[in-house]
């Protein structure tokens, strides 16, 4: 079980780095680099541009803004669903804990609506930064003040944005400058000044379903040694039980520090 655990360890390393060295140095081995100027992101590909995250928003009203507060009395247990932090994971939707609003607070607080595909970014740790897609639970969905939401504009592609903000070095450096207090949090204001990358849409596509496809078969590997652990927990259990019930006869065994059962 601990070399099966190291190998998840390894799996998830190697994930990570796939993720990194895609949305920072592009999918061609031979593109000629640059600076970025960014601290974190170091080079990048010559012809991708650098923006701020807040620049990657569509032009409109509230297309990067925070979620919205909704406190306890005004919790319910359907309609309008509400995405709180828990549900941020790390490059992926997580599914835990169901809160709704009903539609009478979502006019009355002015909510802003979030969309399936919209660009949900926990300012919160852990880790600070860390984004996902919204998915479509096919209800109207609101999320949470801490959370902010970006509607990508028409030269992004949301699936690489999220991509971007899962590379281990924008998660470390910003969880670097985060660091303090009771708890690391980063402002919206802050957030939308951090400096990404931005290769062109076609580009952005193909290393999002570059990644899609990649990343998909190291989690379905990961998955498999998971179950593997899991039926060696099971036997572990089982010869348990079968010794000191006494199905098994132990007699003539070697104890580790002592002579043998008679």
């Known amino acids: 079980m601990a070399k099966k655990d190291r190998l998840i ?3 998830q390393e190697q994930r990570t780095a796939l993720i990194t060295r895609a949305v920072t140095k592009g999918l061609d081995p031979t593109v000629t680099m640059k600076d970025s100027g960014v ?3 170091g080079e990048i590909p010559a012809h991708w541009e650098v ?3 807040r620049a990657l928003a569509k032009a409109g009203y509230k297309t990067f803004t925070d979620g919205d507060w909704i406190e306890s009395p005004f919790i319910r247990d359907e309609d309008i669903r509400l995405i709180q932090t828990g549900n941020v994971g790390i490059g992926e939707y997580k599914e835990q804990g169901f809160r709704y609003i009903d539609e009478e607070t979502f006019n009355a607080f002015r909510c802003t609506e979030v969309l399936p595909g919209d660009i949900l970014i926990c ?6 930064g860390r984004a996902c897609l919204a998915p ?4 109207r969905m609101i999320t949470s003040v801490d959370v902010c939401i970006l509607k990508p504009a028409n030269d992004v592609h949301a699936a690489f944005v999220v991509y971007a903000l899962t590379g281990s070095e924008y ?4 969880g670097g400058i985060c660091r303090g207090g009771t708890r690391d949090r980063v402002s919206r204001s802050m957030l939308g000044a951090i400096q990404v990358q931005q290769p062109p849409l076609p580009e952005q596509r193909a290393i999002a ?5 990649e990343t998909a078969r190291i989690d379905a590997l990961v998955a498999k040694v998971r179950e593997a652990i899991e039926r060696l927990k099971e036997l572990r259990t089982a010869l348990i039980s079968a010794a000191v019930t006494g199905k098994i006869d132990v007699r ?3 104890l580790l520090d002592g002579p043998k059962i008679t």
Not at 136 to 139: E, Q, S, T, V
Not at 171 to 174: D, F, G
């Open 123 to 128: 300012r919160l740790a852990d880790p600070v």
């Open 9 to 11: 360890e390894l799996l």
């Open 51 to 53: 923006k701020p995250i």
């Open 209 to 213: 379903a570059f990644l899609d496809r």
């Open 136 to 139: 479509d639970l096919g209800r």
């Open 171 to 174: 998660l470390a450096w910003l």
């Open 39 to 41: 601290e974190w992101l």
């Open 252 to 254: 003539g065994a070697e």
